[in-house]
């Protein structure tokens, strides 16, 4: 792997998609435990200026110079108030703007680089609201001119904010004698109304903006007198830190390292092996793997956070601290699919400032609050959603269940027929074209067809790949081999310009959403969707979904089965639990216009039944 050239794998791109499905996905998968994405090393180099050039340094010039600050007098405003305030403004800013997490091609996008507000300032692109039959005027999944003007507003909001200087604060003022006052609090009022009404409108731009980490603490400055606003910002981070933690409990996160450290550009090839049981013959995951994700990850995740809130030791303290930094710069350095580098780097500075800038020892200890119930009500507030989301994590995305990479995600793959896929191309609304296209400007098409399938392959190489490839080989049986199977989260992305791993941006409603515009024919839009794992249950739900005829299968699976295979599924298809199908009768009455079209729902013959990995549903 050069500084321009990708490392390719070791296949003939001419004769590729000639060779059966699953022999495909292991030679690939044997790839990535080797190379990873086997992205050119200019690539990150990008990707490291655009979080340190431009979101840091551009960041920090922004801040300091418009609160009366020297930027490369680093002492002077490392521990300002009104410099986190607007360091978090400008991040929201930066993720809103697309230009964040979910961008370039490690996220899929690959020409533009960037989504987001080349989608958000369209009409007539994709919206996908959460509750349209709940909440009025929110029905209808096409982007207004109502919805570009929210969506500037924001943007317009978010630059007054930061570009403005500081107001007194008497509650500062008492606490810290010498500063540069804060954010005027009048500024977050609008901007509070505004995420919340689009947040209504379209789940993706709020999730996009990753409100549930940054709005709370837009109301804590909004609403909070100087002292309880720093308590509140340290229970905000610590609950982001420890959510993470609890949700790597169980069997995935384990399946999450070795496809993480294979793409980690430092890693020495000869190391990565490790990560794998027998590399190239067994690819779940080794004890190496399972003792970094599990110690490295579980354990510092919730045991850091605890000191931080609670140690009143320097020494113990700033250890904690130095422990936190190392987590957030190592998941920075692995450029995890996805890419949260600016995340990363926002903690790392939380961390310095909430911690060492304003210590339990200095009169910032959760007893020094001024309002203990309000506290208590902080608290409740912030544990509300990671609760309910692992719990019913079908009513909670997984971002505001606190899931962050924990490997517990939504999931889904797309099939179809052939030339079908090119009906998104010729009739959805957007800036951008299928990923395939997008790389049709770069490469031939069979190079692009395997590009297409290292995804599929780093997809197979966590559980739930295991368990949607062994759904589409039920549904499509044979012709598995000559469909286009494609991950879904990357087809979303080029879709709506945002996913970030969660499932709930590509379920039935955008599937519906796509059909409105593509007009599918039965069984040319097949998709394969699986729930995360609720944290006091063994199993995962799963839907199937035709385009044209909606769910016709919802069941569930046991994440052992799962887990416990091989990514190219030489046992075959893990077996499920079919709970409902739509039965023979039903898909003749909507796909025969001789037959009144009344889908009728049925158990399956002999109730919920298992299926075996050599059973098939009668189609």
């Known amino acids: 792997m050069g500084l321009t050239q990708p490392n390719f794998p070791p296949v003939d791109p001419e004769t590729f998609l000639e060779r059966p499905f699953f022999d495909r996905i292991r030679t690939l998968g044997a790839h990535w435990g080797?190379?990873?994405?086997?992205?050119?090393?200019?690539?990150?180099?990008?990707?490291?200026?655009k979080v340190f050039v431009f979101y840091g340094g551009v960041g920090i010039t922004l801040a300091t110079l418009t609160s009366g600050l020297n930027p490369l007098h680093v002492a002077e405003w490392w521990n300002e108030p009104i410099i986190y305030q607007k360091a978090i403004l400008w991040t929201v800013l930066v993720e809103i703007l697309g230009i964040g997490g979910s961008w370039g091609p490690l996220a899929g996008h690959f020409k533009p680089m960037t989504g987001g507000c080349l989608y958000w300032l369209r009409p007539q692109t994709i919206r996908l609201p959460p509750w349209p039959d709940k909440v009025p005027f929110t029905k209808g999944d096409s982007r207004t001119p109502f919805d570009v003007a929210l969506y500037a507003l924001i943007l317009v909001n978010l630059a007054v904010a930061i570009v403005l200087p500081g107001v007194d604060s008497s509650s500062l003022d008492k606490a810290v004698a010498d500063?540069?006052?804060?954010?005027?609090?009048?500024?977050?009022?609008?901007?509070?109304?505004?995420?919340?009404?689009?947040?209504?409108?379209?789940?993706?731009?709020?999730?996009?903006?990753?409100?549930?980490?940054?709005?709370?603490?837009?109301i804590f400055f909004g609403l909070l007198p100087f002292v309880d606003m720093i308590l509140a910002l340290k229970l905000l981070i610590v609950t982001v830190w420890i959510g993470a933690g609890i949700s790597k409990f169980g069997y995935h996160f384990s399946l999450v390292i070795p496809p993480m450290m294979s793409n980690t550009p430092w890693m020495p090839k000869a190391l990565k092996p490790m990560f794998y049981r027998k590399f190239a013959d067994d690819m779940r995951p080794s004890k190496l793997a399972g003792g970094v994700g599990h110690v490295l990850g579980t354990v510092v995740e919730i045991a850091g956070p605890l000191v931080l809130l609670f140690s009143t030791n320097k020494v113990l303290t700033v250890a904690a601290v130095v422990l936190m930094l190392g987590l957030h710069f190592f998941i920075l350095s692995t450029f995890p699919l996805a890419v949260p580098l600016e995340w990363n780097l926002l903690f790392s500075y939380a961390t310095?400032?909430?911690?060492?800038?304003?210590?339990?020892?200095?009169?910032?200890?959760?007893?020094?609050?001024?309002?203990?119930?309000?506290?208590?009500?902080?608290?409740?507030?912030l544990c509300f959603f990671p609760v309910l989301g692992n719990l019913r994590p079908d009513l909670v995305s997984f971002l505001p269940s606190m899931r962050q990479y924990a490997g517990n995600w939504a999931s889904a793959t797309w099939a179809f027929a052939p030339g079908?896929?090119?009906?998104?191309?010729?009739?959805?609304?957007?800036?951008?074209?299928?990923?395939r296209t997008q790389l049709l400007t770069m490469y031939p098409p069979e190079v692009a067809d395997v590009v297409m399938h290292q995804l599929l392959a780093w997809r197979s190489m966590h559980s739930q790949g295991r368990a949607l490839y062994s759904l589409l080989i039920r549904h499509?049986?044979?012709?598995?081999?000559?469909?286009?199977?494609?991950?879904?989260?990357?087809?979303?992305?080029?879709?709506?310009?945002?996913?970030?791993?969660?499932?709930?941006?590509?379920?039935?409603?955008?599937?519906?959403?796509?059909?409105?515009?593509?007009?599918?024919?039965?069984?040319?839009?097949?998709?394969?969707?699986?729930?995360?794992q609720p944290i006091h249950k063994g199993t995962q739900s799963y839907k199937v979904i035709d385009a044209a005829l909606g769910v016709i299968e919802t069941g569930t699976?046991?994440?052992?089965?799962?887990?416990?295979?091989?990514?190219?599924?030489?046992?075959?298809?893990?077996?499920?639990?079919?709970?409902?199908?739509l039965d023979v009768d039903a898909r003749r009455a909507v796909t025969d216009p001789e037959v009144v079209r009344e889908p009728q729902m049925r158990r399956s013959d002999a109730g919920s039944r298992s299926v075996s990995a050599n059973d098939q549903v009668q189609q």
């Open 34 to 49: 080797e190379y990873g994405f086997g992205s050119p090393k200019i690539l990150h180099i990008i990707y490291l200026l």
């Open 179 to 218: 500063n540069h006052g804060l954010v005027n609090p009048v500024l977050m009022y609008p901007l509070i109304a505004l995420l919340i009404v689009m947040g209504l409108r379209d789940k993706v731009i709020f999730l996009a903006a990753r409100s549930e980490q940054y709005l709370p603490a837009m």
């Open 352 to 381: 310095v400032f909430l911690f060492l800038g304003f210590p339990t020892w200095d009169g910032y200890a959760l007893t020094d609050t001024s309002m203990p119930w309000g506290m208590v009500a902080i608290v409740a507030a």
């Open 420 to 435: 079908a896929e090119e009906k998104l191309d010729k009739y959805v609304v957007r800036p951008a074209k299928n990923t």
């Open 476 to 532: 499509l049986g044979s012709d598995i081999d000559t469909y286009t199977l494609r991950e879904a989260e990357f087809s979303c992305n080029s879709l709506v310009a945002f996913n970030f791993g969660d499932g709930h941006l590509h379920d039935e409603k955008l599937i519906a959403a796509l059909q409105r515009r593509c007009n599918f024919a039965p069984g040319e839009f097949t998709v394969a969707w699986i729930e995360s």
């Open 557 to 581: 699976y046991r994440v052992v089965d799962a887990v416990n295979e091989q990514p190219w599924l030489p046992n075959g298809p893990i077996p499920f639990q079919v709970d409902w199908t």
